[in-house]
């Protein structure tokens, strides 16, 4: 996560509804048992609020500043570390 603590930076699962709520739960659960991650999941779940979505240049932010510092040493990592785990999970990669 970098510099960035605090809960605007949390990781959370909003659902719509109960069926969503489900599933959520049940793709977390999965994923606890798997022993991939050393830590407990700590993302959580929980219904939808009113959403605001951020403004222009907020948007696509690692795409678009893919030279950014913060983007080079604490994205990328991360995304390429997500690629390798889910290679065989991600449409058009092999």
């Not at 996560?1 to 605007?8: C, K, L, R, S």
């Not at 509804?17 to 959520?24: H, N, R, T």
């Not at 991360?78 to 065989?88: A, G, I, M, P, T």
Request: aromatic share 14%; charged share 25%; proline share 7%.
């Amino acid at each position: 996560q970098g510099n960035d603590v605090g809960t605007q930076y949390r990781s959370v699962i909003f659902y719509h509804d109960e069926q969503q709520k489900s599933i959520a739960e049940q793709s977390m659960a999965e994923t606890e048992a798997s022993d991939l991650w050393p830590d407990p999941i700590v993302t959580e779940i929980a219904p939808l609020p009113i959403f605001y979505e951020g403004e222009e240049y907020h948007q696509n932010y690692f795409v678009e500043n893919p030279y950014q510092p913060y983007c080079i040493f604490v994205i990328n990592p991360k995304v390429q570390k997500f690629r390798k785990s889910f290679r065989d999970k991600l449409r058009g990669e092999k």
